[in-house]
């Protein structure tokens, strides 16, 4: 048994990261999972939705077969987030349900993995649960088949590694799309913002290596896909773990002239953003217009307490600059409301912030300590009444922004990669070039084409289009 430690994971050192390329499935199991069946449940960001492609190419790899239907499972993988309190909450109402499952079906194989095992306090209370069957980390979810093996052969597994983290290599994908796929650049982060525990559940800041990454775009666009979004918790600041000052802007660069038709990126740090960056974006065609840039707080003192290493006057170079090289390029971010000791004063500055950025969309939280995080130690005196007004307060200037930059595309035409069946009835979905989400009435064979679409009709979250002739 391993369990986490927070003091271990924090810990930063100059060692190399190690290239794992044939980490995966040492003992050969292939036919484990013969005639039985998965289901994986995933909560929060993209990095957690892509380690769950991985978790089920992984399953698939050594027989399972994939089930949406929990009482059809002979195995489920609950692959959790640690963010925020509310993602815990969701997980931990899902366990409730799985322990009621396992009251009456003893033999179903129950895998807790994520974000959420890499926490030290959670994991000591859960590996006692007795009806939680495998624990394992973000560190090494690809040892899965091992510790199926295990658990069949010997009972309860619980490996969590608090390291600074490997690159692992070669590991078997089951992507949830066919036109566009996620790709990891980097993972962990050294950035250590002091309300987040992403630094201690996810390790070092470590790049994949650019051939290896090029190598998969290349695959993906050979195999169809038109769109690849580069994944890392501050993908700009991809290879500052290298030697060589092959930056963000080269590998853009790079992935550019595989000639994939889309590019996007997520998540940008104003700290790391660079001019080069700009250039490099604003000359190719295939990267996206669209920015997530997370700002956090309008006000300089907020951010100095939150760790975030810029000011309010640097931010707003970096959107000047955006807009003046890069026409109608989308911005979005990510706002925290209530962070300890944040003041009336200090929440205005926030709105301020956003009736200047005029933000096309944002993500708002309300400040969620995290054990073991500076944040959670600091004295708190707004009460969270106050706290869900002032959140209410920015949502509301959030979509009306929201609103006005949608009612800018009314009649326009824009490529429009179509993915699928849509929420609204008879329609289909996908997405502009600035990441604006299109209902459109069409034909099925459009799916996974990119076709030129006028707006029709405009609403907070999304639009209504026709597939137009030509732009
Ligand atoms: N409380 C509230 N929001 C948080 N985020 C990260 N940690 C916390 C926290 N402890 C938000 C940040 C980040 C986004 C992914 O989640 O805004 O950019
Ligand atoms: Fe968390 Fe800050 Fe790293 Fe983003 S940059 S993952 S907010 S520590």
């Known amino acids: 048994m391993n369990l986490p430690k927070m003091n271990e994971a924090k810990k930063r050192t100059k060692n190399e990261v190690k290239i794992l390329y044939d980490d995966y499935n040492s003992l050969n199991i292939s036919n484990l999972g013969k005639d039985k069946k998965y289901l994986i449940l995933t909560y929060g960001c993209q990095m957690n939705e892509h380690d769950s492609e991985y978790i089920s190419g992984i399953m698939e790899d050594i027989g399972y077969e994939k089930t949406m239907d929990m009482d059809l499972a002979d195995v489920i993988i609950v692959n959790t987030c640690a963010i925020r309190e509310n993602a815990h909450n969701k997980a931990e109402g899902m366990l409730g349900r799985i322990k009621h499952l396992k009251e009456t079906k003893e033999d179903v194989i129950v895998i807790f993995c994520g974000c959420m095992a890499q926490e030290e306090g959670l994991v000591n209370k859960i590996k006692e649960y007795k009806w939680l069957d495998i624990i394992c980390g973000t560190h090494n979810y690809h040892k899965i088949p091992e510790y199926l093996y295990e658990y069949m052969n010997k009972g309860k597994v619980c ?25 990891n650049i980097q993972y962990g982060c050294d950035k250590f913002c002091t309300y987040c525990i992403v630094p201690y ?11 290896d990454i090029i190598d998969e775009v290349r695959e993906l666009y050979n195999n169809g896909y038109s769109e690849v979004t580069l994944l890392g918790q501050n993908v700009n600041a991809y290879g500052k773990d290298f030697l060589n000052n092959y930056d963000f802007a080269d590998l ?3 992935v550019a002239s595989t000639g994939i038709p889309r590019i996007r990126f997520v998540t940008s740090h104003p700290w790391d953003f660079t001019d080069k960056m700009i250039e490099v974006i604003s000359k190719c065609d295939n990267i996206m217009p669209y920015i997530h840039l997370p700002i956090q707080s309008g006000s300089d003192r907020i951010l100095k307490l939150m760790g975030r290493k810029y000011t309010i006057k640097e931010y707003l170079e970096i959107v000047k600059k955006l807009r003046a090289k890069i026409p109608n390029v989308s911005i979005t971010t990510d706002i925290i409301v209530g962070f300890p000791g944040e003041t009336e004063e200090d929440f205005e500055k926030t709105l301020d912030i956003v009736n200047k950025v005029k933000y ?16 959670a130690k600091m004295e708190d005196k707004v009460s969270m009444a106050e706290k869900k007004e002032r959140l209410a307060k920015l949502n509301e200037l959030i979509n009306k922004y929201a609103l006005l930059a949608n009612e800018k595309t009314l009649g326009k035409t824009y490529d429009v990669l179509i993915l699928g069946e849509s929420d609204k009835k008879g329609k289909y979905m996908g997405y502009t070039p600035n990441m604006k989400l299109v209902n459109i009435k069409c034909d099925k064979e459009l799916v996974g084409k990119i076709v030129p679409v006028k707006i029709t009709d405009v609403k907070t979250w999304s639009l209504d289009g026709e597939i137009a002739n030509e732009k």
């Not at 096309?360 to 944040?375: M, Q």
């Open 159 to 183: 490996e969590v590694y608090s390291i600074e983290g490997n690159v692992i290599e070669n590991l078997p994908v089951n992507r949830d799309s066919k036109y566009t796929a996620w790709v």
């Open 252 to 254: 853009l660069s790079e």
């Open 201 to 211: 559940t996810r390790g070092k800041q470590r790049s994949r290596k650019s051939e």
């Open 360 to 375: 096309d969309l944002a993500y708002t939280f309300i400040f969620s300590p995290r054990e073991g995080t500076p944040a």
